[in-house]
């Protein structure tokens, strides 16, 4: 079965760069997208087709598939971006996968 | 502005089935893939499987088995059962409008597998 594999966890300072990868076999011949999740609430789409950005998205927000990886990039990154972050790819073949998933820490 | 609501037992014996409906309110069920995606407390998501407003159906070969989603167009609904459940299937649930993406999800509801 088709795996995507991301780092459990990432910390980034208020005002700095994170990016969390996304590996998986030929990811970039897929649709990537990204979900963020805060706590005890339902996740919310911030990229889809691997880099676009839903109406409400934050510019900040950025995304790039290429290769095995997938990555999504939040730029100026702030107190309110502290979430679980999941990816997810769609093929014909393999339908719906989402990534290990990768809790970002503000500090 | 498309709403999501899922409904359900809270509490499933082991060995019998689950069975939870999404309502789908501010838009029609016709001419998208609906799915459902289930969140052990503590753990990663997980989609379990789709259906289009057809019928036509995709499951996740891991819970294929012992999955069925099923389409009530007349009553903008889908609804997802899940048979002889264990402990390991006690998470939060979620129904959701599936592009090649999920763009609205619903707030998802608890099921607890316990005697």
């Known amino acids: 079965s088709y795996e995507l594999t991301q780092p459990p966890s990432l910390s980034v300072s208020p005002g700095q760069t994170a990016s969390i990868t996304c590996s998986g076999d030929?990811?970039?011949?897929?649709?990537a997208c990204w979900y963020q999740q805060k706590p005890g609430q339902s996740p919310v789409l911030v990229i889809y087709?691997?880099?676009k950005r839903p109406s409400g998205i934050p510019e900040r927000f950025s995304g790039s598939n290429s290769g095995n990886t997938a990555t999504l990039t939040i730029s100026g990154t702030q107190a309110m971006d502290e979430a679980d972050y999941y990816c997810?790819?769609?093929?014909?073949?393999?339908?719906?996968?989402f990534g290990t998933g990768t809790k970002v820490t503000v500090l | 502005q498309v709403q999501l609501q899922e409904s359900g037992p809270g509490l499933v014996k082991p060995s019998e089935t689950l069975s939870l409906t999404c309502t789908v309110s501010?838009?029609?069920?016709?001419?998208?893939?609906w799915s459902w995606i289930r969140q052990p407390p503590g753990k990663g998501v997980e989609w379990i499987g789709y259906?289009?407003?057809?019928?036509?159906?995709n499951y996740n070969p891991s819970l294929k088995s012992r999955v069925t989603i099923s389409v009530d167009t007349s009553k903008n609904q889908f609804s997802l059962k899940m048979k002889f459940v264990t402990a390991a299937d006690t998470a939060v649930y979620y129904c959701?409008?599936?592009?090649?993406?999920?763009?609205?999800w619903g707030q998802g509801t608890l099921v607890t597998v316990s005697s």
């Open positions: 959701a409008r599936h592009l090649q993406f999920l763009d609205y």
């Open positions: 501010g838009g029609s069920i016709r001419g998208y893939y």
């Open positions: 259906i289009y407003y057809t019928g036509s159906t």
């Open positions: 030929k990811l970039g011949d897929k649709d």
């Open positions: 087709q691997d880099s």
């Open positions: 997810q790819a769609w093929d014909s073949s393999t339908a719906i996968v």
